[in-house]
């Protein structure tokens, strides 16, 4: 069974300050790592994706992730944090086969308030 | 423009109704998913479909019916067996199967039994 952790549920930070939005993942294989970002009352909207290759992997608004096999670990960070960053985060993951329905497991999301 | 669009955005249910919740893509995207968000819980996934006229139940399609007669489309009925169906509804969709393609989300429908 495959799993994923945000062990925050909330994390605070000042505008300006760098922010990091912490995931770890259990699976069985290598999985392929997706972050997405909700704003109330909205859908997800995918900001980044780790497949293979380069463990630190940049996406959207100027967010990046490492994925660090060791600590089975892929945390969202960003240099210098906006209010406007402040929603819901989902890290998911999902295991690639060779066949038949691919389950995408979400975590139970993290919300980033970011203070003025 | 293209995309994925859930209708209504908000939506009320008596007790004993049947309510079905519109999903429409034009990405001509293979597999689509219907998820069910409640608070502190993340995303569980109702149903899937990974072609047309096929679908599968996911982790909580208990209390819910899918149809796929269209690619484009992927309705999803929450029945009077739901118990509990106040709750926030993502519909997703997905291209190109196998592949390490993210998922597209709508907006999502708020339901709310009353």
């Known amino acids: 069974a495959q799993s994923v952790a945000q062990p925050e549920d909330q994390v605070n930070v000042a505008e300006g300050n760098p922010l990091t939005v912490k995931c770890t993942y259990s699976?069985?294989?290598?999985?392929?790592l997706f972050w997405y970002v909700q704003y109330p009352n909205r859908g997800l909207q995918f900001l980044l994706k780790?497949?293979?290759?380069?463990?630190l992997v940049k996406g959207s608004y100027g967010f990046e992730a490492e994925f660090n096999k060791s600590q089975t670990s892929f945390h969202l960070k960003k240099p210098s944090a906006l209010v406007s960053d402040s929603a819901l985060y989902f890290c998911?993951?999902?295991?690639?086969?060779?066949?038949?329905?691919?389950?995408?497991?979400f975590g139970t999301g993290t919300k980033l308030q970011v203070i003025p | 423009d293209g995309g994925i669009t859930q209708s209504p955005k908000y939506l009320f249910r008596k007790e004993g109704q049947n309510v079905t919740l519109s999903c429409e893509q034009n990405l001509n995207h293979d597999a689509m998913y219907w998820y069910r968000q409640d608070p502190g819980q993340g995303l569980r996934l109702i149903y899937y479909s990974q072609i047309v006229n096929d679908f599968q139940k996911g982790d909580i399609a208990e209390g819910y019916s899918v149809s796929r007669e269209k690619k484009e489309s992927f309705p999803l009925t929450v029945t009077s067996a739901q118990k509990n169906p106040t709750a926030f509804y993502l519909c997703?969709?997905?291209?190109?199967?196998?592949?390490?393609?993210?998922?597209?989300f709508g907006q999502g429908t708020r339901l709310t039994v009353v």
């Open positions: 998911a993951v999902r295991v690639p086969n060779s066949g038949g329905y691919q389950k995408v497991t």
């Open positions: 780790y497949i293979t290759g380069d463990n």
């Open positions: 997703a969709s997905r291209g190109q199967l196998g592949m390490n393609t993210e998922a597209f």
């Open positions: 699976v069985s294989g290598n999985p392929y």
